[in-house]
């Protein structure tokens, strides 16, 4: 017996919109899309640390040195993928969705 599917959510109400879609979309292109989204999402937020820590000179454990700069970018694309990898702030929902619907258009 197959597992039933669950209904995607958009802002709390049911989105049949997507789980249309995603019944003419193959689970493969559904993965990338997830993976691609969450990249995106990652990249976001590297940006977005990145520029939140910019002014900040002197602090971590390599002093001001040459080094601070490059330790910090290296902290902040780790951060970033751990925070797109928890769910982030919803962006990659978003990204996903689009991403989704369309594929589902292009399908037919």
Same mark, same amino acid.
């Given at each position: 017996?197959?597992?039933?599917?669950?209904?995607?959510?958009?802002?709390?109400?049911?989105?049949?919109?997507?789980?249309?879609?995603?019944?003419?979309?193959?689970?493969?292109?559904?993965?990338? *899309?997830? *993976?691609?989204?969450?990249?995106?999402?990652?990249?976001?937020?590297?940006?977005?640390?990145?520029?939140?820590?910019?002014?900040?000179?002197?602090?971590?454990?390599?002093?001001?040195?040459?080094?601070?700069?490059?330790?910090?970018?290296?902290?902040?694309?780790?951060?970033?993928?751990?925070?797109?990898?928890?769910?982030?702030?919803?962006?990659?929902?978003?990204?996903?969705?689009?991403?989704?619907?369309?594929?589902?258009?292009?399908?037919?």
């Amino acid at each position: 017996m197959p597992a039933k599917a669950v209904m995607p959510m958009l802002n709390g109400r049911p989105d049949y919109q997507l789980a249309d879609a995603l019944t003419r979309v193959s689970p493969q292109a559904q993965t990338k *899309a997830k *993976a691609t989204a969450t990249d995106f999402e990652a990249m976001f937020l590297n940006s977005m640390f990145s520029q939140m820590t910019s002014g900040i000179k002197g602090e971590g454990p390599f002093g001001d040195t040459p080094g601070t700069g490059v330790w910090r970018s290296m902290l902040t694309e780790q951060y970033s993928k751990s925070f797109a990898k928890a769910g982030g702030v919803g962006i990659s929902n978003e990204v996903y969705r689009t991403l989704i619907l369309q594929q589902a258009n292009r399908s037919g």
